[in-house]
């Protein structure tokens, strides 16, 4: 059986390490030109860092390590825990919903007060809050919430069963939910035994362990603390092209100032990274927290503000009045989208855009200053310049919304279509999950594995120095081999990357080997040419041959 | 409560990782200049990939990642299994020492068929293979394994805690040599289970996931393969001074090829990496395992070969006398001593030490041709010469015994006591075990933790470039920062690491941050310099000030 590697992870050959490290050392010399200080930390926090920083469906993801050692024993109870409540649960659920069918048959349609009589009867399974009643499965899968609180007391799961049991229309249904209610119980019983026999995780990202990082070395740390990391990160996600379960990260953060120097620096650094990657027209897009709120605001809809986004964001696929019927399906009303309707033609420059936006959030305080805010980086960037890239304001940019406090930052690549290559923000208390409150922070992160696949399609890795010696001596013999390894010491102290063909094999095979790592100079040493105190230099290229000393060698190949 | 991180793991801060990664560049660039090719393999493997290649401590140690998602799912059998059998466990273990001691009160000392008989009576845990009774616990200790053999199958596990409770004398021991064989059935039990909720480990070092990648990509490979790897691997250890739970292996392996010119060259490259890192008179001690075998067969006792090395390491500390006597004590033979007495005075340089070996091992075919190759290496190297480490033949080296076959190395720094610092040696059949058969490999590490400790006590990292700014421009306000991002601007693309200050704060401040970074120059930005569009840089170790135009400014912050 062919060895293999867990999906979603990747070996990466001497090329491919040569290509990522050419984009590591490219961002890692700017994050430092531009003062940044590198940290590291531990590949496995303990779970307490990382469970509950990334919201349920981040807990899910998270790589857990079991425990080693003997990791049952604290478990014992659990386990039975386990298995006989597994086993009511399947008891009830029959039982439940026979009484459910029975009590169906007697009133069809029977009132919230009947069912809870039929529970109260003969168990304790009272819904602590009491929730309308759902009509149907679809309905119940809309009070999925309220389910979820009851499962979270043991004793409640069953009161859902029974609503399903008594409104659910056919026997398909009764499975689907059944079963969605059972697995909805078997993974609290998960999370109540994982914690047990696993306590450390996989890192996630490398914003929680920088928090981490923080606080545990506040006293050691001088403020503002600008720091980049470059280390790996494992999400148990579904593989897809482009996203895998191991993926190197690479941010750079300050923390301890809110100054709005940093924004601009980090448009800068953003600009000479990807300049001296050689993509030209990156769009850096710019927004800010505070115009979303605004925005909410004068609408009068901050629960809707993802839809609306989301619904700008197709302008130019459906056009200004697709964008307005989704809204309003969206339950967003005509005259709020009036209120907005600039956005709905929002073009020129920069400061256009932010023309237009103060007339239109005039009345939100919160919004003027997000305004501001863009106002003041765009303007020092437009008097600093750029190299290559475009920074424009995108009001529809609304990543990371529930933890940016700020500004918003999304690299796009010009030439190619893949998604972001970038992106970042301010958030305003990012040490504060881990009790030091008050110290803002503002960071940028770059997505290698996207940048990656841009500089592939554009052809942009030929200036990469291949991992591969600069020459092959070609071995014929002990004595050539050792006269060969003395013209190698000089060459490797001139840094020229030198390799003798190990074995005294046939001329061809060592050719080939050397056609092979598309090595570009052979040098032959042969009888004569120990005798004669000289080296033949063969261009693999040009097959181009020359007779020379060893101070001629060295020289000829050192220099390019 | 403040954050933490797991025991054995380790933040590095700025200072430590730019250290680091002086050591780690040291080693690449040499690796490189050397031929090999960098390859990256994943953090984790499948767990099959792993389990089994590092015996059973080994298994222990690898660090286990827990399934995501329902993991339980294909456990329940085995829990339930689980309980029965314990439970069972303990009520036998009871039953079984009440019958024991009643057996006892009736024949004091019952014949192993009489305790038999009263095995067999009432259930079928009988001995597969009938072994002599221990007499004691100590002795019961001694037969360990044939307890363990036992516990494979299940019902057997009985069998010794009778034996136990009818010959242990007193409760202690009774109580320890129950719960010894509890523990042994438990893990038994976990061992069942674990691989039903883990499939994948970390990488527990480099050589295993080398061998994988070689097997899985021999088709896009050109042999000889020369690789180096450098990345982190996880071990479940018990943290120690020196020894961690995460820490990074620098290893470069060739497979494929049998040239001793690859041992030259290994040597070559420790002394080329040891010398660029400061380091003097390194010690590479080189052995051969053919010449251990060697030895073993003129001693006639292959299994006492390690007792052997172990006993002739102490022959500086205990001298001749004292490593004959403890010779002895481990059963190897006067007659046999005497054939190796040379090795009791092995003096002289490395060419004189072989002529003693070749005349010991005369008669051991195996060992003359270990000495053939150690011959050549310690020729060659003699001719090529080293640059600051010395070569030194120890035959009491038996690192790795278990599958190096030809070619051992150990480093060891000279000015410092820590322990070896690098190692490795020549297996005959690495890729064996993913079914890729007769290719042979060679490879050393370099052991970057105890490096580390070596450097920093011999103080030799001042040449390293901490990761600082070369200068910080004070922040004064809004025109004067803008004037002064001109300026960085101008020397970041001239790769002069600049920083502003974010915020307008007071100067002292300012200067105080500058101070505790250790910044070497400040630039002072007022009102004055802006309007003569000049710079004042002020020197922060001599105080002194300079006051100049930009072209000048980059010049004097440029060089140097």
């Not at 499962?151 to 009764?174: A, C, G, M, R, T």
């Not at 191991?246 to 941010?251: L, V």
Request: aromatic share 12%; hydrophobic share 35%; net charge neutral.
């Amino acid at each position: 059986m062919k060895p293999s590697i867990p999906k979603g992870t990747r070996d990466f050959s001497p090329v491919e390490v040569a290509k990522r490290n050419y984009i590591f050392s490219t961002i890692k010399k700017e994050f430092e030109t531009y003062g940044f200080q590198p940290i590291e930390t531990p590949s496995f926090e303990n779970s307490s860092t990382l469970m509950g920083k990334y919201g349920e469906e981040g807990d899910r993801l998270i790589f857990k390590i079991l425990n080693s050692g003997d990791y049952m024993r604290s478990l014992e109870k659990d386990f039975n825990y386990f298995h006989i409540y597994q086993k009511s649960a399947f008891f009830f659920f029959d039982k439940l919903i026979n009484r459910a069918k029975n009590l169906r048959k007697v009133t069809p349609q029977p009132s919230k007060e009947e069912i809870l009589f039929t529970l109260e009867s003969d168990f304790d399974g009272y819904p602590s809050k009491k929730k309308s009643v759902p009509k149907s499965f679809i309905e119940i899968h809309n009070y999925y919430d309220v389910f979820i609180d009851h499962l979270k007391d043991k004793k409640s799961i069953f009161i859902p069963l029974v609503y399903s049991n008594v409104f659910l229309d056919n026997d398909k249904e009764k499975f689907q939910f059944k079963t969605f209610l059972y697995h909805e119980f078997k993974f609290n019983v998960i999370n109540k035994i994982t914690p047990k026999i696993s306590e450390k995780a996989l890192r996630y990202d490398l914003t929680v362990p920088f928090a981490r990082y923080v606080v545990q070395h506040q006293n050691d740390i001088t403020f503002p603390f600008k720091r980049y990391q470059m280390q790996p990160v494992w999400r148990a996600d579904r593989p897809q092209k482009g996203r895998f379960r191991e993926f190197y990260q690479c941010d750079a953060d300050v923390v301890g100032s809110k100054s709005l120097w940093q924004e601009v620096e980090f448009v800068q650094l953003y600009d000479t990274v990807f300049t001296k990657l050689g993509l030209k027209k990156t769009i850096i897009k710019l927004n800010n927290r505070k115009i979303l709120s605004g925005i909410a605001e004068v609408i009068d809809a901050k629960d809707k503000l993802i839809d609306f986004t989301v619904a700008l964001d197709k302008l130019d696929k459906i056009g200004a009045e697709g964008v307005t019927n989704e809204m309003i399906a969206k339950g967003i009303s005509e005259e709020a989208i009036e209120k907005v309707k600039p956005l709905f033609d929002f073009t020129g420059d920069n400061q256009e855009k932010l023309e237009q936006l103060r007339g239109m959030l005039s009345s939100s305080e919160e919004g003027l200053q997000g305004i501001d805010e863009l106002q003041f980086v765009v303007g020092q960037i437009d008097k600093l310049g750029l190299q290559s890239s475009e920074l424009e304001i995108d009001v529809t940019l609304a990543r990371g919304l529930n933890y940016y406090t700020g500004a918003i930052f999304e690299v796009k690549a010009n030439e190619v279509s893949i998604g972001s290559i970038g992106g970042g923000g301010r958030y305003d208390d990012l040490t504060g999950i881990f009790g030091l409150k008050n110290i803002s922070g503002i960071g940028i992160s770059f997505g290698l594995d996207r940048i990656y696949l841009v500089l592939e399609e554009l052809d942009l890795f030929q200036r990469v120095d291949l991992p591969k010696p600069k020459v092959m001596f070609v071995n014929f013999g002990e004595k050539e081999a050792l006269y060969s390894m003395q013209a190698m010491k000089e060459l490797r102290s001139n840094d020229v990357k030198s390799e003798l063909y190990p074995d005294t094999a046939k001329m061809k095979k060592q050719m080939n080997y050397a056609n092979k790592r598309k090595i570009e100079f052979v040098v032959l040493v042969g009888d004569q040419e120990v005798t004669s105190n000289s080296y033949t230099l063969k261009n693999m290229s040009t097959g181009e041959q020359t007779n020379c000393n060893l101070r001629t060698l060295v020289r000829l190949l050192s220099k390019n």
